[in-house]
């Protein structure tokens, strides 16, 4: 080799070697390490007489409260599952299997919680549904006997969390009916099967895969559940972990290790779960293949009595999801007393929950009134509010992105070394976090990062004051590298070797063939990783909770805790409003972006071109009006 040739290799091999000393530095430093701190924490604490007992905190679990909070998660996982799978199953069989009059309507209800999740679409419900609700307001003055907290503690969380968390259904197992080849369908339809024997002998079978998939997310999504439990007075494992985490030893018998052993208990369940789908994704499942495959045809509904009753079904569950949404957009735009009184005032309409300020006048416990300035204000024109959206914008955008690069980096090393040790060790690496709940790793971090004496820091106290900003940051990233290494590793296969060849024979080295052939290729599919990342980061709350302090109140937390000062001293009067008004605000940012990835970013070329030009004779169509118009004046 010549002496040109190695220095054009110097470059790239400092960058290979940068790239391998980052990411080790990334897995040890910030994935590992603090997960094994936690983990020995346990068995680290003292006794009353100031002695080390490895087992004090496990005997605190057998002997104390604590055991509940496990239970109370089992519990609400377990029955989760089941509502879940059956609201799930049933609203994408009636929008994709079956022949329901107003699908189209039906499927836009029911992917609302698309666009709000999370804190928003419980407060959502809270507005509704609590002790001050609309429809609660309304059984009370209707029903004066009806309990004003019915809609708390488990009962409200299960409710809540079973419409939250149909969204994965809606993405994955509408997919998969989409998929199935309708030939299957129509040969047991003609050897005399009944509609639903086709869907329990025929469809399901072929379900399976997903349906279990989908069982296993919810479940350890009711297992790690923390806004909805927070909000609605459950007490479950995360909101424990959150609370002792804020708690000292003063206060309570250690603290830190009983959050240590509640965050380990969650990872042990989390690894057997996806222990168990791995194992089962490797066995064989049924397909619905045959030589010339069919598109799906929905399937009628013979019997006139299931007739009705499916429609009466969908429906109402139509309104369960739309109620919310339709009473939280209405509001937005209603005065501080028509929302305190939970009445709606047609008659007048505002724009302060959005912009602008108002004065607020108060009557003391004098007998005086006083006016409070600018009491009454907008989202875009509250400080506490503006600035919880710009920390999370700016916090989830640099998140988001650097989950990207990291994942982009390593696509491109996994693919060259993808029969190699090397390779293999990096995917599982990155595949790491999949293993640990979000609660696990953003409490490692708080109190492993929260002390001078981690040296690979800089000897950086990372939760003190605007540092806890980067811990914000690095927990964001490290939660989305899996999602971002499981869908860009996808658009990697897409990319034919021989442009590689071909641009590596025109004398192009790694670096430039990376970014002028294969970037450009996999580009579409890494804005919509960047999209989808910033969608979920940008209204999260439990890491949020986790790392709560001054400098790092997020916006899911300002909508969290506006309803808890409304009107204390006179301030915040019309923070219902604002709530509202930033739930809207959610739904309009979550929309969009989901709008450019499933709409727009999902069309393939034809469907492009088929879009463009409709938009080309849309424009001929409108010329040629004006323009016959323009001569019938010149003729006249």
Known sequence: MSLNQERKLQPELILRIFGVAFFAYLFFGFMLLPCLNTLTSIFNTKNAAGERDAFAVIRFFLAGSMGKYVWNSLKLAVLLVITVNVVGISIVLLTEYFDIKGAKILRMGYMTTMIYSGVALVTGYMFLYASDGILTTALKNSFPNVNPTWFSGFNAVLFTMTFACTSNHMLFLRNAIRGLDYNTVEAARNMGAKPFKVLWKVVFPTLIPTMFSLTVMTFITGLCAMSAPTLLGYDSINPEIVRLAGSSSADEAFPQARAALLSIILAMFTIVLLTVLSAYERKGHYLSVSKTKAKLQKQKITNPVWNVLAHIYAYVLFIIYMTPVVMIIIFSFQTYSAIRLKKLDLSHWTLVNYFGQEDYQYLTSRGKYKT??????????????????????????????????????????????????????????????????????????????????????????????????????????????????????????????????????????????????????????????????FNALFTEYDMSATFASTYGTSYAMVIQAMCADEGLYGYNVNASGRRCASTVFIMIVSGIILYLVYGVGARDLGERLEARDRRRKRREKIASVFGGKKNAVKSA
């Open 372 to 533: 409070r300035v600018g009491s009454i204000s907008g989202v875009f024109a509250n400080e506490a509010t503006l600035g919880g959206i710009k920390l999370s914008f700016i916090l989830s955008a640099l998140a988001a992105a650097l989950a990207c690069v990291v994942v982009v980096v390593a696509c491109n090393y996994i693919f060259k070394k993808r029969n190699k040790k090397t390779g293999i060790v990096l995917e599982y690496a990155l595949l790491f976090p999949w293993l640990l709940p979000t609660i696990l790793i953003c409490y490692s971090y708080r109190t492993y990062f929260n002390s001078n004496d981690v040296w690979y820091v800089g000897n950086q106290n990372l939760y003190y004051a605007q540092n806890v900003r980067f811990l914000i940051v690095m927990a964001y990233m490290v939660t989305k590298l899996p999602f971002s290494l499981r869908m860009i590793k996808a658009s990697f296969y897409s990319i034919d070797e021989e442009l590689e060849d071909a641009a590596r024979n025109l004398g192009a080295g790694g670096l430039r063939t990376f970014l002028k052939v294969k970037l450009p290729i996999i580009l579409p599919s890494v804005l919509a990783v960047f999209a989808l990342n």
